[in-house]
């Protein structure tokens, strides 16, 4: 019965439901990660200094943002140990990335495109090393090597060295 992800106990007396997510245990309570979408900003003074200076030296510049200053899922356990369930491998790509927190948004990462001929495009993201396990056929936990800091995370997709938009956030303050 371990190939049925149906009701797979995670901590005493709390299970998985069987549809796909990614799910952290949070005290005694099992959490729904929620997806959110980020959003591409260009930082605008930076475009025009591009336009500008012909030269390769300025790169242009944009952020990928999410909505909200703080993630509406707040953890409180700096070792939380995250349950993805999904047929598509997912268990098998995210990464966890810490936010820099704004006043209106958080800051999911900073991509800097680079003109000329081999103009290269690099994208700075604050990674936090993770294990990963696999449980079940479509069940993966990854778990943070070192304790989360106080602040904003997500759980994004990396493919091809690109971090998807699709993010699953949450943040953890101490208590």
Avoid: C
Wanted: proline letters at 6%.
């Amino acid at each position: 019965r371990s190939s049925d992800l149906q009701g797979m106990e995670v901590a005493p007396g709390i299970r998985l439901p069987g549809d796909d997510g990614i799910f952290t245990v949070d005290g005694k309570r099992l959490v729904l990660l929620p997806q959110a979408a980020g959003e591409v900003v260009t930082d605008k003074k930076r475009a025009a200094m591009a336009l500008a200076v012909p030269l390769p030296v300025v790169k242009a510049r944009s952020l990928v943002l999410l909505e909200g200053a703080k993630a509406t899922i707040r953890l409180n356990d700096p070792w939380p140990t995250f349950y993805v369930q999904s047929a598509s491998g997912l268990g098998t790509k995210l990464e966890l990335v810490r936010l820099k927190s704004g006043k209106e948004s958080r800051v999911l990462e900073d991509v800097d495109t680079g003109r000329g001929k081999n103009g290269k495009t690099t994208e700075e993201r604050t990674m936090v090393s993770l294990e990963r396990k696999q449980l079940a056929p479509n069940l993966y936990t990854l778990k943070p090597l070192q304790p989360l800091e106080a602040g904003e995370y997500a759980l994004g997709e990396v493919v091809d060295d690109k971090l998807s938009l699709d993010v699953y956030d949450f943040g953890y303050e101490k208590w």
